[in-house]
């Protein structure tokens, strides 16, 4: 093979690689926004449950606790998501707790409280 026909491929290798690696930046970055509120809702979860393997159960209240202050960032990337309303989380959180069947509710004393979900 001649000195060109080397240099071609190699300029056409060395463009596809910074094609990929420019696609993978994008799909990343369109993403980054979806990835931290999973991570956020992850972590939430996480310590209600951690919470609830010490405690019989948990009110609105201490979940508001709970997850005050969470934050949630990636590696790549100098955005930062954090809990900045611990009411409105709370609840969203718990909604996704109560549909993906981690928790159950019931009432005590007139409040809600949440309990683990018993495993079958």
């Known amino acids: ?29 369109n993403n980054l926004e979806k990835d931290l509120y999973r991570q956020l809702y992850t972590k939430g979860a996480n310590k209600i449950l951690k919470y609830l393997k010490k405690n019989e159960f948990i009110s609105m209240t201490e979940i508001e606790k709970q997850v005050d202050g969470i934050k949630a960032s990636e590696f790549y990337s100098k955005k930062k998501a954090a809990v900045q309303d611990k009411k409105e989380f709370s609840r969203n959180l718990v909604r996704t707790m109560l549909s993906q069947n981690l928790l159950r509710e019931d009432m005590q004393n007139g409040k809600k409280v949440y309990y683990l979900q018993e495993r079958k």
């Not at 491929?9 to 799909?27: Q, R």
């Open 1 to 29: 093979m001649s000195q060109t026909a080397i240099k071609i491929i190699a300029v056409i290798l060395f463009a596809l690689a910074a094609a990929f690696l420019y696609g993978w930046g994008v799909v990343k970055s």
